[in-house]
């Protein structure tokens, strides 16, 4: 089994809409997922967003794959700061559940990490929602820490 990550190509665009759906359809139900899926979620067509993040030069989406297979995928962004500086934002980054925990999410935050750094971010941020457990301590292990804690609280329940 051969995991590897490279730039996403115009051609992979059906299969990372498709995971990207997933994606949202993971989260959605999450604790946090539902103000998350109104406010920040991609929103569909899917494959107008790939490709507008393939064709942009301030953007770098790339295709997590084992054995040729896309199997996830991860996008990030520069985001130029008041004073100045440059912050490197993940966006998405998601593997099939089938293939997490061989490697290819790693390689693929390693990828995005890469990039950010040749663009010359001071510093990357990405989002966990609250019970995605997995996901915090996925971007702790590549070196992340909480900067910010979102509060919420839902009036429509009262």
Known sequence: MQEAVRPARADDVPRLAELVAAAVAELAPM??????R?????????????????DDPDAHIVAGTIDDVVIGYGLARVEE????????VVDDLFVEEGARAVGVGEAIMGALVTWCRDRGCRGID???LPGHRAAKNFFEESGFIARKIVMHRPLDEE
């Open 38 to 54: 109104a406010r920040e979620a991609p929103t569909e067509p899917f494959d107008r967003r790939l490709d507008d993040a393939i």
């Open 31 to 36: 604790k946090g997922g539902a103000v998350w």
């Open 126 to 128: 990405a989002m966990a």
């Open 81 to 88: 700061l008041r004073d100045g500086t440059r912050l490197g």
